[in-house]
């Protein structure tokens, strides 16, 4: 029987993004709690910012037609601190200000204090010619009244909670969390901890994938329910996805999604609902599966599936290109591309392979990419000792010197 052809990456991810219609819910939360939320609706400006022009340097704030030469001499008439409105500044006044503090009527100019020279008993002269305009932080300059600073389908880092901040916005309204459950499946599992290493049987091993994938879905903003592990068990496993997809959007698994006669994710899925991608062009993660999980309640709706391969590097490359895009898409984020910058590679990879490769790499102090020396599915040191990968196109060597396409973890994982 002739298999299927692999579906490449470019051919997998739009139809799996079909399939991520975002959740209904809105949650409101603090500005201080929604780091990594995605916003649900936009934030308009109640004010401007800054609300009054201010000054941007330590000084004296001044007509400019009083300082048209240098050496201009001036009577200083009150003093302005940041969180104070001063009075009107008259012909040949100068008032005494500082950073942040606001403009007075009739001033407008700044001298930064450096170039000024205090006089006995209250006068200063300025030292240089002053253009209008000087140093002067105008309304509305970063912030204007009505306009829209951030809007529905950003994901808020910590400059957008400052932004909103500063236009007084205690809440945000965003997204619901998806909520993901999470389990692995193999008789080889032990958790760490249960067993001590010299006390592990022939065979086992311990499950690391749970860990990170635990630790990646809640860096995306998941609420994770973790199931544990799961016996290579047909009935098992049916039963597992059953009881998961009752209250959650998603179900995570990693390993079981091969071919072997031990791999029962596949007929489990297609039991209870539908297998929509299978097999892939990508190495390493060729073993991915994503389908739908029919809940008991024919109006709930279906529970989306998503099969991780079991091998750690595998399951750690697959979650980034594929899980990662997919979650946040569910929470109505408007762009899930990731940044792909040209690097030089330090080293050579002369074994091209018919699929699409992600080689784990760092980079180095000549601003180049070292390559890790093994590339197999299972050395997860490689994850740690790298900084992002290379996606190399199917069938394509690499000669050191050659520019490649470089991936950066930093950003895949923020």
Request: proline letters at 6%; charged letters at 20%; aromatic letters at 6%.
């Given at each position: 029987?002739t298999?299927p052809?692999?579906?490449?990456?470019?051919e997998?991810?739009?139809?799996l993004?079909a399939?991520?219609?975002?959740?209904s819910?809105?949650?409101r939360?603090?500005t201080f709690?929604?780091d990594g939320r995605?916003?649900?609706?936009?934030?308009?400006a109640?004010?401007?910012?800054p609300?009054q022009d201010n000054?941007?340097?330590?000084?004296?704030?001044v007509?400019?037609?009083?300082?048209l030469?240098?050496?201009?001499?001036l009577?200083?008439?009150?003093?302005i601190p940041?969180?104070?409105?001063g009075?009107?500044l008259g012909?040949g006044?100068a008032?005494?200000i500082?950073t942040g503090?606001?403009?007075?009527?009739?001033a407008?100019?700044?001298?930064?204090q450096?170039?000024c020279e205090?006089m006995?008993?209250?006068?200063v002269k300025?030292?240089?010619p002053?253009?209008?305009?000087?140093?002067?932080?105008?309304?509305?300059e970063?912030?204007?009244?009505?306009?829209?600073?951030?809007l529905?389908?950003?994901?808020?880092?910590?400059?957008?909670?400052g932004l909103?901040a500063?236009?007084g916005?205690?809440?945000?309204?965003?997204?619901a969390r998806p909520?993901v459950?999470?389990?692995?499946t193999g008789?080889e599992?032990?958790?760490?901890g249960?067993?001590a290493p010299?006390d592990?049987?022939a065979?086992?091993i311990?499950?690391s994938n749970?860990?990170?994938l635990?630790?990646?879905l809640?860096?995306l903003?998941?609420k994770v329910t973790?199931?544990g592990i799961?016996p290579?068990?047909?009935?098992a496993t049916?039963?597992?996805?059953r009881?998961?997809a009752?209250?959650?959007?998603?179900?995570?698994?990693?390993?079981?999604?091969?071919?072997?006669?031990?791999?029962?994710?596949?007929p489990a899925?297609?039991a209870?609902?539908?297998?929509n991608?299978w097999?892939?062009?990508i190495?390493p993660?060729?073993?991915?599966?994503?389908?739908?999980v029919?809940?008991?309640?024919?109006?709930?709706g279906?529970?989306?599936f998503m099969g991780?391969?079991?091998?750690?590097?595998?399951?750690?490359?697959t979650?980034l290109l594929?899980?990662r895009?997919?979650?946040?898409?569910?929470q109505?984020?408007?762009?899930?591309?990731?940044?792909?910058?040209?690097?030089t590679?330090n080293?050579?990879w002369?074994r091209?392979?018919k699929?699409?490769e992600?080689?784990?790499?760092k980079r180095?102090a000549?601003g180049?990419?070292?390559?890790?020396?093994?590339?197999?599915?299972?050395v997860?040191t490689s994850?740690?000792?790298?900084?992002?990968?290379?996606d190399?196109?199917?069938g394509q060597t690499?000669?050191k010197?050659?520019t490649?396409?470089?991936?950066?973890?930093?950003?895949w994982?923020?």
């Open positions: 029987m298999r052809a692999l579906l490449s990456l470019d997998a991810l739009p139809q993004l399939h991520a219609k975002p959740l819910g809105v949650q939360v603090s709690e929604a995605v916003l649900a609706q936009d934030v308009t109640g004010l401007q910012v609300p000054s941007s340097m330590d000084g004296y704030a007509r400019a037609s009083d300082c030469q240098a050496g201009a001499l009577r200083v008439t009150q003093r940041a969180g104070t409105q009075a009107p012909v006044e008032a005494r500082f503090a606001p403009i007075p009527e009739g407008d100019a700044v001298v930064m450096e170039d205090p006995e008993p209250s006068y300025v030292l240089k002053t253009p209008a305009g000087q140093w002067i932080r105008r309304s509305g970063d912030v204007t009244l009505g306009s829209k600073v951030l529905t389908g950003d994901r808020l880092t910590p400059a957008s909670l909103a500063s236009i916005m205690a809440q945000l309204h965003v997204a909520r459950a999470l389990f692995s008789d599992l032990v958790m760490p249960d067993v010299q592990m049987a065979g086992s311990y499950n749970r860990f990170f635990r630790a990646m809640q860096r903003g998941c973790d199931l799961v290579d068990q047909r009935e049916v039963q597992a996805l009881d998961a009752a209250g959650h959007d998603l179900v995570l698994t990693s390993g079981g999604v091969s071919v072997g006669e031990e791999d029962h994710i596949k899925v297609q209870l609902g539908t297998l991608l097999q892939l062009a190495k993660g060729k073993p991915f599966a994503y389908g739908q029919n809940r008991a309640d024919p109006t709930a279906v529970c989306h991780l391969p079991g091998n750690p590097v595998s399951s750690f490359v979650f594929l899980v895009p997919f979650v946040l898409a569910l109505g984020l408007k762009n899930t591309d990731i940044t792909r910058t040209a690097q590679a080293f050579d002369l091209a392979d699929r699409r992600f080689l784990r790499v180095n000549q180049g990419l070292d390559l890790f020396a093994n590339q197999s599915s299972g997860l994850a740690v000792w790298g900084d992002g990968v290379v190399n196109p199917a690499i000669a010197g050659d490649v396409q470089f991936i950066s973890f930093a950003e994982l923020s």
